[in-house]
């Protein structure tokens, strides 16, 4: 844990200093009105928020000290942007620009460290995993994901098809599409794996960035996000059960997710 470290980017991190709601109002309208002290200690106010979001990515093989220097970046970007007037905490806005900030830094150093014909069997394999678990009464293992894959002229083994998945796991987007077959059909986006949606400490940040996303939506494109991710539902079935056809969801579905991943990422 990051805590440990008792020094990142020469600040003390036990001696971070925290404020109170009232006081992040005050000086959000000081630093509105172009009062760069208030923006200062607002800024210095919220680094231990800065601090436990890059606990989250601990164990990726990061050094401590550039992840705090870009949620840094998040942070001052959130200051800088965020409405007084909405009715949101400041911390609900900052979380998920911080952890887009963090995320775009793994994921650029990541395609720099990761072929790209290991991206592409890592996103075969999400395919693979999506095609099997519609056709079986079970998850698909990686076993099967190999076969399925040869079978469909796809060269695979289970070292890598098992290194590729791990190679990609930590910067993919939720929103990113992995698979789409080139027709009107459903694209598959790396959300679409996401199985256990049960809540963790590592997950409430995360829940915290989609939640007040999605309340942005209206109430079909709700629904339907709602039915595509967390019901496990194709757009067919989803077309079928709201009485449209299924390029109208898919455009649907697609305008929901580009202003997801706006306050989102």
């Known amino acids: 844990m990051y805590y440990s470290k008792v020094e990142i ?3 003390n991190t036990s001696e971070l200093k925290t404020l109170s709601d009232n006081e992040k109002k005050e000086l959000l ?3 509105r009105k172009g009062d760069e002290l208030a923006r200062q200690q607002l800024i210095h106010g919220n680094l231990r928020l800065v601090l436990s979001i890059i606990q ?3 164990n990726r093989g990061e050094n401590p000290d550039d992840l705090f220097q870009i949620g840094c970046i998040g942070l001052i970007k959130a200051v800088d942007n965020f409405n007084t007037e909405l009715d ?4 609900t806005y900052a979380v998920p620009m911080i952890i887009g900030e963090v995320r775009r830094y793994l994921r650029d150093n990541n395609m720099i460290r990761v072929s790209r014909s290991v991206r592409d069997l890592a996103y075969h394999a999400l395919w693979a995993k999506e095609e099997l678990s519609k056709k079986m009464d079970r998850e698909p293992n990686i076993e099967d994901i190999v076969k399925y894959l040869n079978d469909n002229n796809i060269e695979a083994t289970k070292a890598r098809v098992s290194n590729a998945l ?4 930590d910067p993919v987007s939720l929103f990113e599409p992995v698979y789409n077959d080139g027709t009107a059909g459903d694209s598959l986006y790396v959300m679409d794996q996401i199985s256990d949606t049960s809540s963790t400490d590592e997950s409430w940040l995360e829940e915290i960035a989609l939640n007040e996303a999605i309340k942005k939506l209206n109430e079909r494109e709700k629904s339907i996000i709602s039915m595509r991710f967390y019901q496990g539902k194709t757009q067919m079935e989803i077309a079928e059960e709201i009485g449209i056809s299924q390029a109208q969801v898919s455009r649907l579905e697609k305008g929901a997710i580009d202003r997801i991943k706006k306050d989102f990422l």
């Open 9 to 11: 980017c020469g600040v």
């Open 29 to 31: 309208i000081k630093a």
């Open 56 to 58: 989250r990515f601990a």
């Open 88 to 91: 949101v905490k400041f911390s």
């Open 166 to 169: 791990e190679a990609i796991v």
